[in-house]
């Protein structure tokens, strides 16, 4: 079974304060990793892949398989990051199961 | 190029009445999903599709069904409805690594 956590339902920062998203898995094969944000009023959307090893809207996540881990973070937030983070994992093996975690809402205050 | 669309994008139902939500995507993919959304529980996989001709359940099938109609259309059908699948419904399509998500169907059922 796949399954993915995020501990933390709401996180309120300040504007220019460091922020982390927390995600972590449970996999037995290798998984794909994701973020997807969610802006009021919008679809749902890709930020980043943990494949492309990228950086989005300053967002940046690591996987880190000993930990199960793929942590969002942003040194700087910014007031329009405020939005739905999911993190989501697709395993290798599930059929093309693309599973959600529970989704940390980001409030970025002025 | 309109990505995925869901029909009706709002819906009231009685309960034990019947309807299907309907979902169309035009780029050319080949898995589909259902999912709902709940506070504080995420996106929850109820169906998905990982090619036409197939559908497979997802964490909270009971009480829902779905059908590939084509490779364009993942439609999931309420036989009864009850209260318990009062929730925002998004439909999504994938091919590769990112998901597209459709505008979601706001469904209450009273």
Known sequence: AQRVTQPEKLLSVFKGAPVE?????????????????????QRLQLLLRH????????FTAD????????????????EEDSAMYYCALRGANAG??????????LMVKP | NAGVTQTPKFQVLKTGQSMTLQCAQDMNHN?????RQD?????????YSASEGTTDKGEVPNGYNVSRLNKREFSLRLE????SQTSVYFCASRENTEAFFGQGTRL???
């Open chain 2, 39 to 47: 506070p504080g529980m995420g996106l929850r996989l109820i169906y």
């Open chain 1, 51 to 58: 494949i492309s090893r990228e950086s989005i809207k300053g």
């Open chain 1, 96 to 105: 093309n199961m693309l599973t959600f975690g529970g989704g940390t809402r």
């Open chain 2, 108 to 110: 209450t059922v009273v």
């Open chain 1, 21 to 41: 998203l927390k995600c972590n898995y449970s996999y037995s094969g290798s998984p794909e990793l994701f973020w997807y944000v969610q802006y009021s009023r």
């Open chain 1, 63 to 78: 996987l880190n398989k000993g930990e199960t881990s793929f942590h969002l973070k942003k040194p700087f937030a910014q």
């Open chain 2, 31 to 35: 898995s589909m999903y259902w999912y």
């Open chain 2, 80 to 83: 009864s409805a009850a209260p």
